[in-house]
């Protein structure tokens, strides 16, 4: 089994930045990927950012090129999103969640095989 916690989530005014972190526990972390997804009231889940094992391969939804990043830090057990000049549609709730079954990070959420409680974000306008 696989623990993730996630923090960070807040309200912000638009054009503000936020940074979430994930940490997990309960088996070494580098043997997974790992994905950032995110769901707004009446949506459904969709893909921010995915990141490989070591943190070579990167992947960003359109909707947030140039704005977010992803990273991690497998010595800490975390992996971090960055977000920047936030906008109002960027509100829901974030998802951090850790796959083992593909060699590449998926954008697809049923990839993944765990998943942390979620933090929620706002930007106000």
């Known amino acids: 089994q696989v623990q993730l916690v996630e923090s960070g989530g807040g309200l912000v005014q638009t054009g503000e930045s936020l940074r979430l972190s994930c940490v997990a526990s309960?088996?070494?972390?580098?043997?997974?990927?790992m994905g950032w997804f995110r769901q707004a009231p009446g949506k459904e889940r969709e893909f921010v950012a995915g990141i490989s094992r070591r943190g070579g391969q990167i992947y960003l939804s359109d909707s947030v090129k140039g704005r977010f990043s992803i990273s991690r830090d497998n010595a800490k057990n975390t992996t971090y999103l960055q977000m920047n000049t936030l906008k109002p549609e960027d509100t829901a709730v974030y998802y951090c969640?850790?796959?083992?079954?593909?060699?590449?990070?998926?954008?697809?959420?049923?990839?993944?095989?765990?998943w942390g409680q979620g933090t929620l974000v706002t930007a106000s306008s």
């Open positions: 309960g088996r070494p972390f580098e043997n997974y990927y």
């Open positions: 969640a850790a796959g083992f079954r593909l060699g590449l990070p998926s954008r697809s959420p049923r990839d993944y095989d765990y």
